[in-house]
Protein backbone atom coordinates (compact mmCIF):
# COMPACT_ATOMS: atom_id res chain seq x y z
CA UNK A 1 0.00 0.00 0.00
CA UNK A 2 1.04 3.20 -0.85
CA UNK A 3 0.48 6.16 1.02
CA UNK A 4 1.07 9.57 -1.08
CA UNK A 5 1.98 12.86 0.77
CA UNK A 6 1.36 16.10 -1.15
CA UNK A 7 3.35 19.52 0.08
CA UNK A 8 3.05 22.90 -1.02
CA UNK A 9 6.59 23.16 -2.22
CA UNK A 10 10.04 21.90 -2.50
CA UNK A 11 10.84 23.01 0.97
CA UNK A 12 7.87 21.64 2.39
CA UNK A 13 8.70 17.96 0.40
CA UNK A 14 12.83 18.33 1.98
CA UNK A 15 11.47 19.30 5.73
CA UNK A 16 8.79 16.13 5.37
CA UNK A 17 11.31 13.89 4.15
CA UNK A 18 13.75 14.71 6.47
CA UNK A 19 11.33 14.01 9.44
CA UNK A 20 10.48 10.69 7.72
CA UNK A 21 14.58 9.93 8.01
CA UNK A 22 15.11 11.26 11.25
CA UNK A 23 11.97 9.43 12.64
CA UNK A 24 13.65 6.06 11.72
CA UNK A 25 16.97 6.80 12.63
CA UNK A 26 15.50 7.62 16.53
CA UNK A 27 13.61 4.45 16.09
CA UNK A 28 16.35 2.11 14.56
CA UNK A 29 19.86 4.01 15.45
CA UNK A 30 21.86 1.49 12.99
CA UNK A 31 19.12 1.53 10.64
CA UNK A 32 20.77 0.74 6.78
CA UNK A 33 19.57 3.21 4.68
CA UNK A 34 19.84 2.78 0.93
CA UNK A 35 20.69 6.31 -0.12
CA UNK A 36 20.04 7.97 -3.61
CA UNK A 37 21.95 10.85 -4.89
CA UNK A 38 19.80 12.70 -7.92
CA UNK A 39 18.89 16.47 -6.96
CA UNK A 40 15.51 15.85 -5.51
CA UNK A 41 16.88 14.56 -1.72
CA UNK A 42 19.19 17.52 -1.88
CA UNK A 43 17.36 19.30 0.71
CA UNK A 44 15.95 16.42 2.83
CA UNK A 45 19.71 15.80 3.49
CA UNK A 46 20.68 19.71 4.09
CA UNK A 47 18.03 19.61 6.57
CA UNK A 48 19.41 16.29 8.66
CA UNK A 49 23.30 17.80 8.63
CA UNK A 50 22.07 20.85 10.00
CA UNK A 51 19.90 18.85 12.59
CA UNK A 52 22.95 16.99 13.62
CA UNK A 53 25.07 19.91 13.68
CA UNK A 54 22.61 21.59 16.30
CA UNK A 55 22.85 18.28 18.24
CA UNK A 56 19.26 17.30 17.01
CA UNK A 57 19.61 13.97 15.35
CA UNK A 58 22.17 11.59 16.46
CA UNK A 59 23.80 9.44 13.52
CA UNK A 60 26.48 7.65 14.97
CA UNK A 61 25.15 4.25 14.36
CA UNK A 62 23.84 4.49 11.01
CA UNK A 63 25.06 2.85 8.01
CA UNK A 64 24.18 3.39 4.35
CA UNK A 65 24.38 1.78 1.12
CA UNK A 66 24.63 3.52 -2.27
CA UNK A 67 21.73 2.84 -4.66
CA UNK A 68 23.93 2.88 -8.44
CA UNK A 69 27.24 4.31 -9.96
CA UNK A 70 28.25 4.77 -13.21
CA UNK A 71 30.82 2.13 -14.89
CA UNK A 72 33.96 2.49 -16.13
CA UNK A 73 34.69 5.27 -14.07
CA UNK A 74 38.73 5.51 -13.05
CA UNK A 75 39.20 6.29 -9.20
CA UNK A 76 38.37 9.54 -7.80
CA UNK A 77 36.47 10.74 -11.48
CA UNK A 78 34.14 14.33 -10.59
CA UNK A 79 30.91 11.79 -11.67
CA UNK A 80 31.21 9.20 -8.99
CA UNK A 81 28.08 8.98 -7.42
CA UNK A 82 29.66 8.11 -4.37
CA UNK A 83 31.77 10.91 -4.72
CA UNK A 84 28.22 12.72 -4.51
CA UNK A 85 26.96 10.29 -1.47
CA UNK A 86 30.26 11.61 0.37
CA UNK A 87 29.90 15.01 0.21
CA UNK A 88 25.94 15.68 0.58
CA UNK A 89 25.61 12.50 3.57
CA UNK A 90 28.37 11.02 4.83
CA UNK A 91 30.26 13.74 5.37
CA UNK A 92 28.09 16.46 6.72
CA UNK A 93 26.22 13.90 8.45
CA UNK A 94 29.38 12.06 9.94
CA UNK A 95 29.06 8.53 9.16
CA UNK A 96 32.45 6.33 8.60
CA UNK A 97 33.21 5.80 5.29
CA UNK A 98 34.23 2.48 6.49
CA UNK A 99 30.40 0.87 7.17
CA UNK A 100 29.24 1.96 3.94
CA UNK A 101 28.03 -0.53 1.23
CA UNK A 102 29.43 0.07 -2.29
CA UNK A 103 28.49 -0.43 -5.49
CA UNK A 104 31.81 -0.76 -6.79
CA UNK A 105 32.65 0.14 -10.26
CA UNK A 106 36.32 -0.68 -10.12
CA UNK A 107 35.74 -4.51 -9.91
CA UNK A 108 34.48 -6.50 -12.65
CA UNK A 109 30.40 -5.82 -12.51
CA UNK A 110 29.66 -9.42 -11.59
CA UNK A 111 31.62 -9.29 -8.85
CA UNK A 112 30.75 -5.82 -7.12
CA UNK A 113 27.02 -6.78 -7.69
CA UNK A 114 27.52 -9.97 -5.87
CA UNK A 115 29.51 -8.26 -2.92
CA UNK A 116 27.05 -5.21 -2.52
CA UNK A 117 24.08 -7.98 -2.12
CA UNK A 118 25.90 -10.38 0.12
CA UNK A 119 26.74 -7.24 2.02
CA UNK A 120 23.26 -6.11 2.29
CA UNK A 121 22.15 -9.74 3.10
CA UNK A 122 24.52 -9.63 5.94
CA UNK A 123 23.47 -6.41 7.62
CA UNK A 124 19.58 -7.51 7.67
CA UNK A 125 18.58 -6.02 4.35
CA UNK A 126 17.46 -2.03 4.38
CA UNK A 127 15.73 -0.87 7.00
CA UNK A 128 14.55 2.77 4.83
CA UNK A 129 15.14 3.06 0.73
CA UNK A 130 15.02 6.61 -0.05
CA UNK A 131 14.53 7.17 -3.49
CA UNK A 132 14.01 9.76 -6.36
CA UNK A 133 11.95 9.12 -9.51
CA UNK A 134 13.76 8.84 -12.53
CA UNK A 135 11.95 11.22 -15.39
CA UNK A 136 11.58 7.69 -17.20
CA UNK A 137 10.16 6.17 -14.31
CA UNK A 138 13.47 4.42 -13.27
CA UNK A 139 14.10 3.86 -9.34
CA UNK A 140 17.79 3.84 -9.11
CA UNK A 141 19.31 2.85 -12.77
CA UNK A 142 16.55 0.07 -12.89
CA UNK A 143 15.54 1.49 -16.70
CA UNK A 144 12.57 0.58 -18.47
CA UNK A 145 11.44 -2.02 -19.25
CA UNK A 146 12.45 -4.12 -15.89
CA UNK A 147 11.08 -7.30 -14.14
CA UNK A 148 9.67 -6.67 -10.28
CA UNK A 149 12.67 -8.73 -9.61
CA UNK A 150 15.25 -7.53 -11.27
CA UNK A 151 18.40 -8.20 -9.75
CA UNK A 152 21.67 -5.78 -8.57
CA UNK A 153 23.21 -5.86 -12.25
CA UNK A 154 24.89 -3.84 -14.46
CA UNK A 155 22.37 -2.08 -17.03
CA UNK A 156 23.05 0.29 -20.02
CA UNK A 157 21.14 4.13 -19.65
CA UNK A 158 18.38 4.62 -21.66
CA UNK A 159 18.56 8.03 -23.44
CA UNK A 160 15.72 9.65 -21.22
CA UNK A 161 18.29 9.09 -18.70
CA UNK A 162 21.73 10.37 -20.39
CA UNK A 163 19.38 13.47 -21.07
CA UNK A 164 18.47 13.87 -17.64
CA UNK A 165 21.30 13.10 -15.85
CA UNK A 166 23.80 15.57 -18.25
CA UNK A 167 22.55 18.50 -15.77
CA UNK A 168 24.75 16.78 -13.10
CA UNK A 169 27.49 17.36 -15.08
CA UNK A 170 27.42 19.70 -18.02
CA UNK A 171 26.72 17.92 -20.91
CA UNK A 172 25.41 14.61 -22.71
CA UNK A 173 28.81 13.60 -23.94
CA UNK A 174 29.92 13.21 -20.05
CA UNK A 175 27.36 10.90 -18.58
CA UNK A 176 28.81 7.62 -18.52
CA UNK A 177 26.89 4.70 -20.69
CA UNK A 178 26.31 1.71 -18.14
CA UNK A 179 25.59 2.28 -14.67
CA UNK A 180 25.42 -0.59 -11.60
CA UNK A 181 22.04 -0.37 -9.70
CA UNK A 182 20.76 -1.62 -6.34
CA UNK A 183 17.94 -4.22 -8.38
CA UNK A 184 14.16 -4.00 -8.20
CA UNK A 185 13.87 -6.73 -5.77
CA UNK A 186 16.03 -5.82 -3.21
CA UNK A 187 14.86 -2.23 -3.11
CA UNK A 188 11.37 -3.38 -3.04
CA UNK A 189 12.70 -5.36 -0.06
CA UNK A 190 13.13 -2.35 2.06
CA UNK A 191 10.99 -2.33 5.36
CA UNK A 192 10.36 1.07 4.11
CA UNK A 193 10.47 3.19 1.14
CA UNK A 194 10.31 6.75 0.76
CA UNK A 195 9.64 8.31 -3.07
CA UNK A 196 11.02 12.11 -2.97
CA UNK A 197 9.29 13.81 -6.19
CA UNK A 198 9.74 17.34 -7.08
CA UNK A 199 8.57 19.54 -9.98
CA UNK A 200 5.85 20.29 -13.04
CA UNK A 201 8.46 18.18 -15.36
CA UNK A 202 7.70 15.00 -12.86
CA UNK A 203 3.85 15.53 -12.83
CA UNK A 204 3.23 12.87 -15.57
CA UNK A 205 5.23 10.22 -14.87
CA UNK A 206 4.24 10.17 -10.99
CA UNK A 207 0.38 9.95 -12.57
CA UNK A 208 1.81 7.02 -14.17
CA UNK A 209 3.67 5.43 -11.12
CA UNK A 210 0.75 6.00 -8.63
CA UNK A 211 -2.54 5.86 -10.86
CA UNK A 212 -1.64 3.09 -13.49
CA UNK A 213 -1.49 -0.40 -12.86
CA UNK A 214 1.93 -1.71 -12.14
CA UNK A 215 3.88 -2.51 -15.42
CA UNK A 216 7.57 -2.90 -16.36
CA UNK A 217 7.46 -0.20 -18.48
CA UNK A 218 6.76 2.03 -15.19
CA UNK A 219 9.65 0.81 -13.20
CA UNK A 220 8.67 2.68 -9.80
CA UNK A 221 4.93 1.69 -10.59
CA UNK A 222 6.27 -1.80 -9.23
CA UNK A 223 6.00 0.09 -5.52
CA UNK A 224 2.38 -0.56 -5.89
CA UNK A 225 3.64 -4.15 -5.25
CA UNK A 226 6.07 -3.46 -2.18
CA UNK A 227 5.31 -5.33 0.97
CA UNK A 228 6.99 -2.68 3.29
CA UNK A 229 5.76 1.31 4.32
CA UNK A 230 5.66 2.97 0.93
CA UNK A 231 5.38 6.77 0.88
CA UNK A 232 5.53 9.10 -1.76
CA UNK A 233 6.80 12.57 -0.88
CA UNK A 234 5.93 15.09 -3.83
CA UNK A 235 5.22 18.96 -4.08
CA UNK A 236 2.03 19.93 -5.42
CA UNK A 237 4.06 21.00 -8.52
CA UNK A 238 4.59 17.11 -9.53
CA UNK A 239 1.31 16.52 -7.72
CA UNK A 240 -1.52 18.77 -8.53
CA UNK A 241 -5.02 18.33 -6.84
CA UNK A 242 -7.43 16.38 -8.33
CA UNK A 243 -10.34 18.51 -9.84
P1 LIG B 1 16.56 13.94 -9.72
O1 LIG B 1 16.85 12.49 -10.28
O2 LIG B 1 16.25 13.78 -8.26
O3 LIG B 1 17.82 14.68 -9.98
O4 LIG B 1 15.38 14.48 -10.48
C1 LIG B 1 15.97 11.43 -10.10
C2 LIG B 1 16.41 10.26 -10.94
O5 LIG B 1 16.72 10.43 -12.12
O6 LIG B 1 16.43 9.13 -10.43
Given at each position: MIRTVVTADYEALSAAAADAIAATVERTPDALLLLATGDTPM???????ERRARGA??????????LDEYAGLAHGDRRSLYGWMERSF???????????????ASLPPAVACQAYDAAVAAAGGFELAILGLGP???LGFNEPPVAR?????????????????????????????????CGMASMLAARQILLVVSGP???EILSRTLDE????????????????DVVVLADRDARPATP
Open positions: GAYRVLALDTSRLRVAQLEPLSIAAAGTIRLDNGHDAPTRLVPLTPESIVSNARYWGDEDDVPREALTHKRAPSAEVPASWLQDAPG
